[in-house]
């Protein structure tokens, strides 16, 4: 049996693995394809650290890749499935894939990826027609012996950044080097992995948000390996996300911060909610910066059940803060975790003293670092000096030691001389009942250098009037000083945002500033 898997293959059988759109897996199932899938790609000839794309959709599939790989030596490269050909074929040719897992439902666009990418030696096709190259995934692990692989190893995953800047950055961390080790070392990371966010042993995690999302991954696949079902979900559904949280008990998830906003607009336009929720025990939420107002909502609506973190694919989790702490220190995303450092810096390099917002950069304490893959230059940017990175973002630390963001540097609007973080402003805007997303940016002022501008997603959609943005105008300066009240304000149907709830804002920026010498 794969090592990490048997005990739960051996203690709990027929007892579900994996639910998604499709099926529900057992665990003896999970197991076996997992070897089977294992022995077919040890057939192929894959050396320890060969790498396996992965584009697919959260179904079970996905996670008996990654489950093989892990047990492989070899490394996993989830790809972003709303990638055309072309983005597809540079992440397996950058990562050096030799092997490639294709979702049926990106079958078009991976079809025109593989005639761009030269030395793949298998392609596998879940859940579609093969052919002209493509192996059939089922037909694959049929042929192959259910039986324990007598060669095991610690694999590992590399994520490719969201390259909302340039080219997507394969980010090889320093459990790389750990590939080929032992499956103990690989318990052994996991179990403590999950021991610092609070894992619940023998639960049920909910998949809602994408499966190639650094994070996504962590708060699914820790919970798995250390013995709970994983519940998915391919699109996110407010409603449907309820239903499946009573449905099967869902203990813990992973959610981003516009998924609360759209569980309250749900609730305040639905006539009846039903909906319990006394299973959960732990909401994580990160990857975006949250309003306070609507994380207040979530908790009296939850319950203080909610963990937030700051960190990313680049150096894991740098902090942590659990609700009561957090209602104590609201906005704050909390302290630094015993193994991390986090210090503050200005544009010279110098420390910022408390409540001095700065670039945050963090340190291992226990060693731990990141490069990019085939980019030194672009790892040498993000370091301070060795082992010593930044994310990017600007944010300060009070008294206490407790972390506040403040926003992306790059996002950051210098308006007369003044630094306004766009963030804070959005926090605000969003709590208002007629708005549903909202992007706060500079545009050109010539006067001031920028100009704040506001663009707003409305509930339900549609353009507002000069009422409506006078209104909006009253509601910010309830809450903001006047400087920070956007002058301009903009309606869109859709702002574009990641699934995994990354906003684009340069999509909604840039044009503003076509034609112009200067870009800030």
Same mark, same amino acid.
Request: net charge negative; charged share 20%.
């Given at each position: 049996m794969a090592e990490l898997i048997r005990r739960f293959a051996e203690e709990k059988g027929a007892a579900p693995a994996l639910v998604d759109d499709f099926r529900t897996r057992s665990w003896s199932e999970f197991n076996e394809r997992v070897n089977q899938l294992m022995h077919g790609l040890q057939a192929q000839g894959l050396e320890i650290g060969a790498?396996?794309?992965?584009?697919?959709?959260?179904?079970?599939?996905?996670?008996?890749?990654?489950?093989?790989?892990?047990h492989g030596s070899w490394f996993v490269v989830p790809i972003n499935w709303h990638f055309v050909a072309d983005e597809i074929a540079f992440i397996v040719e950058d990562s050096g894939a030799d092997v490639l897992a294709v979702d049926g439902r990106f079958e078009e666009e991976a079809r025109k990826a593989v005639k761009m990418i030269k030395g793949l030696k298998l392609v596998l096709l879940i859940d579609g027609t093969p052919g002209d190259g493509f192996e059939d995934y089922e037909a694959f692990l049929a042929a192959q012996s259910?039986?324990?692989?007598?060669?095991?190893?610690?694999?590992?995953?590399?994520?490719?950044?969201?390259?909302?800047?340039?080219?997507?950055?394969?980010?090889?961390?320093?459990a790389a080097s750990n590939v080929g080790?032992?499956?103990?070392?690989?318990?052994?990371?996991?179990?403590?992995?999950?021991?610092?966010? &609070?894992?619940?042993? =023998? !639960?049920? /995690?909910? +998949?809602?948000?994408?499966?190639?999302?650094? *994070?996504?991954?962590?708060?699914?696949?820790?919970?798995?390996?250390?013995?709970?079902?994983?519940?998915?979900?391919?699109?996110?559904?407010?409603?449907?996300?309820?239903?499946?949280?009573?449905?099967?008990?869902?203990?813990?998830?992973?959610?981003?911060?516009?998924?609360?906003?759209?569980?309250?607009?749900?609730?305040?336009?639905?006539?009846?909610?039903?909906?319990?929720?006394?299973?959960l025990k732990i909401i994580w939420h990160g990857a975006a910066p949250c309003s306070p107002a609507i994380k207040k909502?979530?908790?009296?609506?939850?319950?203080?059940?909610?963990?937030?973190?700051? &960190?990313?694919?680049? =150096? !894991?989790? /740098?902090? +942590?803060?659990?609700?009561?702490?957090?209602? *104590?220190?609201?906005?704050?995303?909390?302290?630094?975790?015993?193994?991390?450092?986090?210090?503050?810096?200005?544009?010279?390099?110098?420390?910022?003293?408390?409540?001095?917002?700065?670039?945050?950069?963090?340190?291992?304490?226990?060693?731990s670092d990141f490069e990019y893959h085939n980019r030194p230059d672009e790892t040498e940017k993000r370091h301070l000096e060795p082992g010593v990175f930044t994310l990017g973002d600007v944010g300060f630390l009070d008294k206490d030691g407790y972390l506040f963001l403040t926003d992306r540097?790059?996002?950051?609007?210098?308006?007369?001389?003044?630094?306004?973080?766009?963030?804070?402003?959005?926090?605000?805007?969003?709590?208002?009942?007629?708005?549903?997303?909202?992007?706060?940016?500079?545009?050109?002022?010539?006067?001031?250098?920028?100009?704040?501008?506001?663009?707003?997603?409305?509930?339900?959609?549609?353009?507002?009037?000069?009422?409506?943005?006078?209104?909006?105008?009253?509601?910010?300066?309830?809450?903001?000083?006047k400087y920070k009240v956007p002058r301009s304000w903009d309606f869109s149907d859709e702002l574009p945002r990641t699934p995994a709830g990354k906003l684009l804002k340069r999509l909604l920026r840039d044009p503003y500033w076509e034609g112009k010498t200067r870009s800030i």
């Open positions: 790498k396996i794309g992965l584009l697919c959709s959260n179904r079970a599939e996905y996670f008996e890749v990654l489950a093989a790989t892990g259910k039986d324990e692989p007598e060669t095991q190893g610690m694999g590992s995953v590399m994520f490719y950044t969201s390259g909302t800047t340039g080219r997507p950055k394969g980010v090889r961390g320093s080790e032992s499956m103990e070392v690989a318990d052994f990371v996991l179990q403590v992995m999950a021991d610092t966010v &609070g894992v619940p042993r =023998g !639960g049920c /995690a909910l +998949l809602c948000g994408p499966a190639y999302h650094s *994070a996504q991954w962590a708060f699914s696949y820790m919970p798995l390996m250390v013995g709970s079902t994983v519940v998915m979900q391919h699109k996110f559904d407010p409603e449907a996300t309820l239903g499946l949280i009573d449905q099967y008990q869902v203990t813990n998830s992973h959610m981003v911060p516009t998924q609360f906003v759209r569980f309250l607009k749900y609730r305040q336009g639905a006539e009846d909610v039903h909906f319990d929720g006394s299973s909502d979530m908790i009296e609506w939850w319950g203080p059940i909610f963990t937030e973190y700051y &960190g990313g694919t680049e =150096g !894991g989790f /740098a902090t +942590l803060i659990d609700s009561e702490d957090w209602l *104590a220190h609201p906005g704050s995303v909390g302290k630094a975790t015993a193994s991390n450092e986090i210090m503050i810096v200005d544009d010279e390099g110098n420390p910022c003293p408390p409540g001095q917002p700065g670039t945050i950069y963090q340190r291992s304490l226990v060693g540097k790059i996002d950051m609007i210098i308006s007369g001389g003044v630094n306004i973080y766009p963030a804070e402003i959005e926090s605000v805007l969003v709590t208002h009942p007629r708005v549903h997303d909202v992007a706060v940016f500079g545009v050109p002022n010539e006067e001031f250098g920028e100009e704040i501008k506001a663009v707003v997603e409305l509930v339900g959609g549609g353009a507002g009037d000069d009422a409506l943005v006078d209104d909006l105008k009253g509601f910010a300066a309830e809450h903001l000083a």
